[in-house]
């Protein structure tokens, strides 16, 4: 498996609350991978994702076992989001100035083709493959909702002054619920992670193209960057990318 990783600042924000993290050969052969978009203040942002990043990565590390089946991969990540929560949680009952503070946060843990990807909040998972592009992952956003109850279109909540409402995070709540998708993933396609910086700047079939269609995919995550500047890119970006290659592991 192959993986390229971007973050950048944007043009608008002074500074980059995004945090995103990644185990190659973890125990057991698993492939972990953590993307993280804070909020609550530029360092209380930017601390409480890189919490997020750390607590996941280090408790999924630890309980991942070579046997493991899926479902209880799928309970080792959610029981890992909630150590997550009660991190940011606990460092912010310590620190008056980061009472508040959260983050979004999408994972996922690969092997032998088989992917658990979790969720909270508006950060986003895509598998990509035959030339096509699929979300995996559900936004717990205000649009969201907006959207399934027929009030805007997909389209409209791109640009709509509310999109970055969330409507769950790690951190404000004591107690959290992510949801879990099963994807396999076949060689030659893709998973993406990545911070709405980068969704709400770059269209879905605009991520396709340039995966598919534009150039080497070892330079993918910067074009896609490119085009986010080019329209404004007043969020910060972070994006993380797996490629299952053809005739091998």
Known sequence: MKIWKITDTGLVRKDNQDSYGVIEQAAGGYTICVVCDGMGGAAAGAL?????????????????????????????????????????????SRHEDCLGMGTTLVSAI?????????????????????????KITKDHSLVERMVERGDITEEEARRHPKRNLITRALGPDSSIICDSYITALKPGEYILLCTDGLVDTVTDQEILFEL??????????????????????????????????????
Do not use: W
Request: glycine share 6%; proline share 2%; hydrophobic share 40%.
């Open 48 to 92: 409480a994702s890189s919490i997020a990043v750390e607590t996941f990565l280090q408790s999924v590390q630890s309980v991942l076992t070579a046997d493991a089946s899926t479902e209880q991969i799928q309970e080792m990540a959610s029981y890992s989001v909630t150590l997550a929560n009660k991190a940011i949680r606990e460092y912010a």
């Open 110 to 134: 690969a092997k032998d083709g088989n992917v658990i990807v979790s969720n909270v909040g508006d950060s986003r998972a895509y598998h990509i493959f035959n030339e096509d592009i699929v």
């Open 212 to 249: 598919v269609h534009s150039g080497p995919m070892e330079t993918c995550l910067q074009r896609l960057l490119t085009i986010a500047k080019a329209n404004g890119a007043p969020d910060n970006i972070t994006a993380v990318l797996l490629y299952e290659e053809k005739g091998g592991a």
